[in-house]
DNA sequence: AATGATACTTGTATTATGCAAGTTATTGAT
DNA sequence: ATCAATAACTTGCATAATACAAGTATCATT
């Protein structure tokens, strides 16, 4: 899977984002990596989802050479990488929201509360600064 | 894959959408229905991308069984099916935009034009409310 | 009644994912 | 300085999903 090739070149943006992210764990990584704020390989381990060792250190792989993420040392202790978003990973924040929104309304057993849900929908925007905030003021910390 | 069960119930939106639709294929053909129009089975098999028959037939069998699609005879020739979205499906167009800005940013191969990408994102409620109206129209008529 | 069109189904090969166990490097305690 | 524990993976094999090729059922047209 890190070495897949480029086939699809269709040049639908649908397509492109199929490929690249269209597998049944990549945007769940990414979604603990946005917004739920994970940075270690244990803590994905530990999602409540249950992706297997093997998958996650191929889709950690994959996601770090299409630079959605970056893979850095942990100063504090040697043994632990941190991963982090890029600017590719940050710019799916819109849609990560539209998802939400659209999985909450059909899902009868949603874990979105009322006022969350409020919060995306009332201003986008202002929940992308803040989540974008974040990141910026550890990376230049 | 029609018969799968509900297994990872987690409560989080992002998992829930991807348990729908996070296949190869769902969200082409949703795609295919939604943007550029396509009603026919014969017409999903023809995508640039390469559907193979047996998993397009499991595909739309489940989309319908979701209620995302919904599939009735052809009045003109009794051999066709229609597929055509239901408000679940027309609710994914905010998610589908989002989609397509962002992979049309990331990818140099895009085929998507700076008009129709102005379009998008200059005002996308009044492109919803287009291809809303469209399915409304043809539906009613 | 025969032919072609449309929408599938079936069988098998290939690829992706899941599961269990093992490996390497670093750390903190003795 | 040594050793057990931790963190991040890798490897091997079983199972599940997808791809490819071929076949079948139904309706429409002649």
Same mark, same amino acid.
Request: net charge positive; aromatic share 12%; hydrophobic share 40%.
């Given at each position: ?38 940075? !270690? !390989? @244990? ?17 950690? =792989? ?26 590719? =990973? ?25 006022? @969350? ?9 202002? !929940? ?14």
């Amino acid at each position: 899977m890190v070495d897949m090739k480029y086939k699809t070149r269709t040049g639908c943006p649908c397509a492109y984002f199929l490929e690249l992210l269209g597998d049944k764990w990549s945007l769940l990584i990414l979604r603990d990596v946005i917004i739920l704020g994970k940075q !270690y !390989y @244990h803590e994905f381990l530990e999602s409540e989802e249950g992706i297997s060792t093997n998958i996650l250190a191929d889709r950690l =792989a994959k996601l770090e050479k299409l630079k959605i993420l970056k893979k850095t040392r942990d100063p504090n202790n040697l043994r632990k990488n941190i991963y982090s978003p890029t600017e590719k =990973a940050l710019d799916l924040l819109p849609m990560f929201i539209e998802m939400f929104i659209w999985a909450s309304k059909y899902d009868l057993y949603t874990a979105v509360t009322r006022e @969350h849900l409020d919060r995306f929908r009332g201003d986008k925007s202002s !929940y992308i600064a803040d989540v974008r905030a974040k990141f910026n003021s550890t990376t230049t910390r």
